[in-house]
């Protein structure tokens, strides 16, 4: 098993990231590792969907938790090579504005292989979506 969490808190209201989340079309905007996002229904839990990480097949995944405004959990399954990944993503108020956490778990042959790449990745993800959601509210603004 291999785990990773990563957080970032942000002057962005949970509103607008909350947002940018539940708009699964809007996630090849923030996260540069993602090619292809759909979702076969609503934002919420026991929804299906279909992801495709950049420069790989498409994967299914369904949402497990759906808490509008703090959060969502999905896991995508990949039977043929034995791996499970599971994403917890949380928003938080805090003093400074927002918190916004990612935490990935995965299992399977090749965990530790597979969390080295996303590791380098989820900082980056995290910080697109935050930027994303600022500008977003600066146009709401303007």
């Known amino acids: 098993m291999w785990e990773f969490e990563h957080t970032v808190t942000t002057t962005a209201k949970a509103e607008t990231i909350w947002k940018l989340y539940s708009d699964i079309t809007s996630w090849v905007e923030?996260?540069?590792g993602i090619e292809y996002a759909s979702l076969d229904g609503a934002f919420a839990a026991g929804t299906r969907g279909i992801l495709q990480p950049e420069?790989?097949?498409r994967l299914a995944?369904?949402?497990t938790e759906?808490?509008?405004?703090?959060g969502f959990s999905d896991v995508t399954d990949i039977p043929d090579a034995g791996i499970r990944i599971?994403?917890?993503h949380r928003?938080?108020?805090?003093?400074?504005?927002?918190s916004v956490t990612h935490h990935v778990?995965?299992?399977?042959?090749?965990a530790h292989q597979i969390g080295a790449g996303m590791a380098q990745?989820?900082?980056h993800t995290i910080e697109g979506l935050v930027a994303l959601a600022l500008e977003k509210e600066r146009q709401y603004a303007g």
Request: net charge negative; glycine share 12%; charged share 25%.
């Open 61 to 63: 995944f369904e949402l």
């Open 91 to 98: 928003l938080q108020q805090a003093a400074e504005g927002t």
């Open 105 to 110: 778990t995965i299992t399977g042959p090749n």
């Open 121 to 123: 990745g989820i900082p």
């Open 30 to 32: 923030w996260d540069k």
């Open 66 to 70: 759906v808490e509008p405004l703090r």
């Open 55 to 57: 420069g790989q097949e």
């Open 86 to 88: 599971r994403f917890v």
